[in-house]
């Protein structure tokens, strides 16, 4: 999948949250205030002989506001807008994160305005819309909101079509190492070890793709080592019944729909490739949009992709991914 552009807010939400949290902790201050008084508490717990009240005042003063301080910057930190071609993943949260996923039907319209403030500090809301107004998102204090319109429309009216027509680059891609949106794989079914077919190997493909679609897509090229070293698919081939690319794209096709189902074919394109005489298959893998779960053994998993690793996820923690990321 395509790389995201990724939408910050201005740092000028760090102040403005820094004055709301300080407001409602002034009057929680006063209002505790109202209920004990704090001196008679320090008192109450006998801590005279260790340090004084107006040293413990001001130490708890410093490092609450530092709490706050750094609560500001990691909550401006972790809020996060992913521009896909056709999709924006909205997350955000420190302690507990969120998403928010919307879809879009093109053509889509971007609009930009930003009030007196904004316009001194270059910030402002991005607003977009699909066909026929069904889906709608404002982005609030985005940094340089016209510019930004520009760039966010580009990406989701454009960028789908210009990728199905660009050469893949399989130069590059061999230089590349596995990272959580790459993966290479030495053969689909074939076994060089034991010199013979082996459905783990396909297993092992499969999952990957079904973490692919559980998190944010990506690729698996098959016929290479993970040290880049091309192997090509003829020993693949010559295990099927029919020996070429056709025969190895049928062959995936009926293994995913036994696996993963047949709803999810659509998010996964292949393409075969040549490098140095030899064929390799790519297989690009979409986000979906609901979970993938994959069959396997009379048993049902669920995978995501953690850095450049699958990870099977427990039914609780699937269940919480779930509910957080569809």
Known sequence: MTRPLLVKKNPIVIIRDLVLYQLLAILGYFFLGFLANYNELFQTFNLYDYISYDILKITGIILFEAFLFLF???RWLSETYAVYPRLIIHERGV??????????????????????????????????QDKDDKQTVAMGYIQSPKYTA?????????ENKREEKKEID???LLHERERE??????TFRWDMKLGKVNSALEYSVLKTVA??????GGQVLIGVTDQGEVLGLLQDYESLKKKNSDGFENYFTILFRET??????RFVKFYFLKAE????????????????????????????????????LTVSEAGTYIKARF
């Open 72 to 74: 500001a910057v990691f």
């Open 211 to 216: 973490a692919f679609l559980n998190t944010h």
């Open 170 to 172: 399989l130069g590059k």
């Open 260 to 265: 993963i189902g047949a709803e999810f074919r």
């Open 181 to 186: 949106d790459l993966e290479f794989k030495s």
């Open 277 to 312: 005489d030899k064929e390799l298959c790519l297989i690009k893998v979409g986000l979906s949009d609901q979970p993938a779960y994959l069959q396997y053994n009379g048993e049902e998993y669920f995978y995501i992709r953690t850095g450049n690793s699958t990870t099977a």
């Open 150 to 158: 520009k760039l966010i429309a580009h990406r989701l009216n454009i």
């Open 95 to 128: 302690f507990f994160k969120k998403r928010d996923i919307y879809k879009f039907e093109p053509p889509i319209k971007t609009y930009h305005h930003a009030q007196y403030f904004g316009g001194m500090f270059r910030y402002g809301t991005v607003v977009i």
